[in-house]
């Protein structure tokens, strides 16, 4: 069963770098059919994707934050990491960690493009002096 | 247009057949996932695919998809399945990840 675990400070002050890393077990990050996500989730609010990474470094920015972000990934230890520069308020939020699973195919009438399968159970960062 | 609208909530009466809409445009030609979020939980995925269930999903769950809209279909509802939730799908570029705004579904 896999299992991915967030991990990183709870309070960031404004202006400075928030770090989260996701720890991923029962299963391994090199595997090539996922991309590694951080999804978060404000308070009451939707979910919103930021972003994910191939085991091989490749990488995809939700547009809005692409400016701040970073998303980085460690083979070796299994775990791969997110970066979010100059945080405000506004970037308080429950953070998950998920695994998409990559697939494409076509079925009936359309195409399925993959979904995210597995999450951590999300840690709460918030961005405070 | 790159967003997914769902209505913000829907109400069933237990026992009942509830339909949760996603509508836009990078749903023509593609199917929605749809995802379970009760609270203080992280989303579990419910349906993926044209009308998949994963593993441990009750069959009570469906989807189903027509031009730019995907639905999440609950025949029977259960008050467990009291929830919020969520579609998903790309963005015109196909590489990014949308979700839409969430359907908060009251089992009355």
């Known amino acids: 069963q896999v299992q991915l675990q967030e991990s990183g400070p709870g309070l960031v002050k404004p202006s400075q770098t928030l770090s989260l890393t996701c720890t991923v077990s029962?299963?391994?990050?090199?595997?090539?059919?996922?991309?590694w996500s951080w999804i978060r989730q404000h308070p009451g609010k939707g979910l919103e994707w930021i972003g994910y990474?191939?085991?091989?470094?490749?990488?995809y920015y939700n547009p809005s934050l692409k400016s701040r972000i970073s998303i980085s990934v460690d083979t070796s230890n299994n775990l791969f990491s997110l970066k979010l520069s100059s945080v405000t308020a506004a970037d308080t939020a429950l953070y998950y960690c998920?695994?998409?699973?990559?697939?494409?195919?076509?079925?009936?009438?359309?195409?399925?493009?993959?979904?995210?399968?597995?999450w951590g159970q999300g840690t709460l960062v918030t961005v405070s002096s | 247009s790159s967003e997914l609208t769902q209505d913000p909530a829907v109400s069933v009466a237990l026992g009942q057949t509830v339909r949760i809409t996603c509508q836009g445009d990078?749903?023509?030609?593609?199917?929605a996932s749809w995802y379970q979020q009760k609270p203080g939980q992280a989303p579990i995925v419910v349906i993926y695919?044209?009308?998949n269930r994963p593993s441990g999903i009750p069959d009570r769950f469906s989807g189903s998809s027509s031009r730019n809209t995907a639905s999440l279909t609950i025949t029977g509802t259960q008050a467990e399945d009291e929830a919020d939730y969520y579609c998903?799908?790309?963005?015109?570029?196909?590489?990014?990840?949308?979700f839409g705004g969430g359907t908060k579904l009251t089992v009355l």
């Open positions: 990078s749903l023509r030609g593609y199917y």
């Open positions: 029962g299963g391994s990050i090199r595997s090539g059919d996922y991309y």
């Open positions: 998903d799908s790309r963005d015109s570029s196909g590489n990014h990840v949308i």
């Open positions: 998920a695994r998409f699973y990559s697939t494409y195919y076509y079925e009936s009438s359309g195409y399925t493009r993959g979904y995210f399968d597995y």
């Open positions: 990474i191939y085991y091989s470094g490749s990488t």
């Open positions: 695919g044209k009308n």
